[in-house]
């Protein structure tokens, strides 16, 4: 069953009228991962935000992006924040400027569990502490206490995506969680989200330039460039048999870069 289908989609600026996304159409299905792979600039966050309906005033949006039989584009300001959340959480690629650094970790998780469900405030500590545990984090009370700040980029990763798991949404979007942290943290953060793959009934909607990751974690795969879908398939068929030549470009970059590193590594 599909859980998102988005048809036609169209954003320009509204002042210079000039295309960002460039009637593009594609759908996913229920506890899968679509990734979106692409360059800076081709339109993989502009999508995200569209599929949100979070693009300000300055985006003239068309076409239709149906989740869950409902055409969120027709949704008023009020309906998508109950969607928000509660079936629809995204995953930003900062961390360090997704919390609000005058509040502590413990402050804003309570805060969010409340705000999306109808807890008492003991419940939503207890289920703060139970999603950092499903992250197997350690000195979760210590972690509750800290301020953004005090805490690494791959760490606030984590929470970010505790919160996720704790709200139960229907569909994840992962706008390029790993550009911000280190590369031992990427790692790990990856694994974070195989195991949410395999463990958890919802859809993941990976964004990212990174080849390597969604060979490792997607089902299927939409190249973009410029705007436009290039190329897509399941992830065996665009790695082993692409036929669009960015595609090649970005594969072959990837494998270029991967060369690179084992030699300076031996």
Sequence with gaps: MKILEV?????????????????????????????????????????????????????????????????LLECKEEGMRKIRGNEICMILQNPMTSFDPLYTIENQMIETFLEHKNFSQQEAVNLAKESLEKMRLKDIDSILKKYPHELSGGMLQRIMIAIAIALKPKLIIADEPTTAIDSLNQKDIIEEFKILKNEINVSILFVTHDLGVLSYLADNLIVMQNGKIVERGTTSEIINNYKHEHTNFLIETRRALMKKFKEVAD
């Design 7 to 71: 048809k036609n989609l169209e954003i320009k600026l509204r002042e210079s009228s000039r295309e960002i996304i460039k009637n593009i159409s594609f759908s996913m299905e229920e506890n899968t991962c679509l990734g979106i792979l692409g360059e800076s600039g081709s339109g993989k966050s502009v999508t995200c935000k569209s599929i949100l309906n979070i693009l300000n005033k300055n985006f003239d949006v068309k076409g239709k992006i149906i989740f869950n039989g409902k055409n």
